[in-house]
């Protein structure tokens, strides 16, 4: 699938020696031409999956510098984001917006509801700097599918970008939430290839965006997956190139 160019929209980087340098060479190994960069390494994983499971959550800062530092210098292939942390107050984000290039807000590891003002607080600054948001929704209350929904709508000029297929990894009932719905994108990590291949059906291929969430699953596994479906080159060029683009606020190259 690598014949076209591809933007991986979703990896992380850790605040670790070393990270970004294998960072790049992950994208190099899997013919990747960019990546948007989310920091990781603010909660570890067994953390993370007992919140995921049972509740809870962390009031770590993610280690943003790390990812402008690592995003410096590669003329433009890696993209920051600013991992925001809800429980602080939004001025960081509005101060140093103009460093990066989108949001992402998490309940899955800050434990802040979608609905609650302090999210809605972020997503404004997003909105006011031309932003794209990013997240992942969870099964409870405030943080689903349907939420982000209600928060989109609030800003309809906003493009909002929903994680690893939605919940779960079959989650057909997050494109039917999200169909009317023009400013929310799909990103693909983590979903069997059955949702990849009904969003394309369903949302159509200019509301669908590769992500691999690296360095969790390698990108050559989520390559794989629209192999597997047979994706055509039209709609590859899409979902891999075209519409991270458009979301960043680029022209296409």
């Not at 060479?25 to 990546?35: M, N, Q, S, T, V």
């Not at 990894?169 to 990103?187: G, M, S």
């Not at 055509?232 to 899409?238: E, G, M, N, S």
């Amino acid at each position: 699938m690598t014949a076209q160019p591809v933007l991986d929209f979703h990896v992380r980087l850790a605040p670790r020696p070393g990270a970004a340098a294998r960072l790049l060479a992950a994208l190099d190994d899997c013919g990747l031409a960019r990546a948007v960069v989310c920091a990781g390494g603010t909660i570890d994983l067994d953390t993370l999956a007992r919140q995921l499971t049972d509740g809870g959550h962390v009031e770590t800062d993610a280690d943003n510098d790390a990812v402008l530092a690592a995003c410096a210098g590669t003329d433009r292939r890696l993209v920051p984001f600013w991992f925001a942390n809800p429980h602080r107050p939004p001025g960081a984000y509005r101060e140093r917006a103009a460093e990066f290039r989108g949001l992402e807000v998490s309940p899955a590891v800050h434990g802040v509801a979608l609905t609650d003002p302090r999210v809605t607080a972020l997503v404004e600054v997003a909105a006011d700097n031309g932003h794209p948001v990013y997240t992942v929704c969870l099964a409870r209350p405030g943080a689903g599918v349907a939420d982000l929904v209600s928060l989109a709508r609030r800003f309809p000029q906003t493009d909002f970008v929903l994680g690893h297929s939605g919940i779960g990894n079959i989650d057909f009932h997050a494109l039917a939430l999200i169909r009317d719905e023009p400013n929310i994108l799909l990103e693909t990590s983590g979903g069997y290839t059955c949702v990849a291949e009904a969003a394309i059906d369903r949302l159509g291929a200019a509301r669908v965006v590769f992500g691999s969430e690296y360095p969790l699953q390698h990108p050559a596994v989520e390559l794989a997956k629209f192999t597997a479906i047979a994706t055509t080159p039209a709609d590859w060029r899409q979902i891999a190139w075209e519409n991270a683009h458009r979301l960043l606020g680029e022209e296409k190259p």
